[in-house]
């Protein structure tokens, strides 16, 4: 992959910020028509709450993030806030992913115990309006720079960014790599959340980093298997639940360099 001419790693995608443990840009990713995913479009995070002036600061006027998609529940939301609401120069966008019925479990995904691809699998069937309202929102130029997280920025924002990115034609490789990436990044996650009142009882977390979910391959792997096994691909799952075919044109021109 690259940037302005210079060839970098997956790891290099790495945002680094003081309040926040898991942001990345999803830029530089190939795509299976020998393409790359433009840098400075989407940004992942988990949660915003703890930014710092400095981090906001970098995001905002540096980096220029124009939107927010916030995947949290709207209560969870509503009790931890961010760090990016009310700012008037970014749109902040309330669209939450959750399975029917919105469960407890929806917040933080517990992989020891829980069947993960069957919950994201539960996340697309639950949450397909906010999931296309959130690709008209990355097509629209006028919206990015724009970052979406949720608690942890592993489960759904890892669905959203799957669900986005092969819909954008980006390799199943790599979006099994970007997955991946949070893996190093867990037992920040997870000392950060434990500290904040929504979470710190989730066991998921609370058992330590071998107890908690973690971002294998094998999970993001099989739950693509499943999208395309039930749509076809991404594309085929958003225009199934409303996306026309001009939208999903301008979300593959958005997001990846002609």
Sequence with gaps: ???TGTTVTHNQRWIELAGADNTRDLGGLATDGGGR???GRLLRA?????????????????????TVVDLRLADEA????????????VRYFSLPLSSTGNVRSDIVADGAEMDIV??????????????????RIFADDTR?????????????TGVLAAMVLDA????R??????????????????????????????????????????????????????LHSRYGSGAGYLTAHGLSAGELTALRSALVEP
């Design 78 to 89: 509503a009790r931890e806030g961010s760090a990016l609401s009310g700012i008037p120069a």
């Design 173 to 226: 490789e790599e979006i099994i790599a970007d997955y991946a990436l949070t893996g190093q990044r867990m037992r920040q996650i997870s000392a950060r959340l434990l500290r904040l009142a929504t979470y710190r009882d989730m066991q998921a977390l609370s058992r330590g980093v071998k107890g908690a979910a973690t971002a294998d391959e094998e999970s993001m792997a099989a739950f693509l298997d499943e």
């Design 144 to 156: 990015t720079p724009a970052i979406f997280h949720c608690a942890a920025g592993k489960d759904r």
């Design 37 to 39: 995913t433009r840098f």
């Design 1 to 3: 992959m690259s940037i």
């Design 118 to 135: 069957g919950h994201y699998v539960a996340l697309l069937e639950g949450s397909a309006a906010n999931i296309v309202t959130a690709a």
């Design 46 to 66: 988990g949660t915003l709450q703890d930014l710092t002036a400095d981090d906001v600061t970098h995001l905002t006027e540096e980096l220029g993030v124009r």
């Design 168 to 171: 954008a034609g980006v390799s």
